[in-house]
């Protein structure tokens, strides 16, 4: 959740957060399903999205999905299956294989969500800066083995 400071300003972090995790309706191709207007399958999992959350918005990921309620649908229990359940993997971890998959697929709303989700639970930039090296050498990496066809033994 974002937390103002005591004289009720958002710190540059948490406008940047704000930024990326509640986004802006202008930039997706399709129209979002504001939350007003949200009524149905769809109201009915944007109160899920918020209550399993804890917070007080939808997403704007969401938002993209709702014209499709089946998607809107699928694609928030697949999230939230992978993501939230308890499992044998830990959040902090989770959400480092995360920011791995979508920097390595250029995606920079799923990279700033998660990344700002893992520096909650306890990742620190010394941290990101090895997970971000990880991420270079192995992408180049995967790029050599593929570019010439290189088998495992």
């Not at 007080?56 to 709702?66: C, E, G, H, N, Q």
């Not at 499709?68 to 499992?87: F, I, V």
């Amino acid at each position: 959740k974002l937390e103002s400071h005591r004289d009720g300003q958002m710190s540059e972090r948490e406008h940047h957060r704000k930024k990326f995790y509640e986004g802006s309706d202008a930039m997706a191709l399709v129209r979002m399903v504001p939350e007003e207007e949200a009524t149905g399958k769809v109201k009915e999992i944007y109160d899920d999205i918020k209550s399993k959350l804890g917070i007080d918005f939808v997403p704007p990921l969401y938002r993209t999905m709702a014209p499709s309620p089946a998607t809107l649908e699928a694609g928030w229990n697949k999230k939230y299956a992978a993501m939230d359940r308890p499992g044998k993997l830990d959040g902090l971890t989770k959400h480092i294989i995360a920011v791995a998959v979508s920097a390595t697929n250029g995606c920079t709303y799923c990279t700033e969500v998660h990344l700002e989700a893992a520096k909650e639970a306890g990742l620190d930039d010394e941290a990101v800066v090895e997970l971000m090296a990880v991420v270079d050498a192995m992408s180049g990496l995967n790029k050599f083995v593929e570019g010439l066809q290189v088998c495992a033994d």
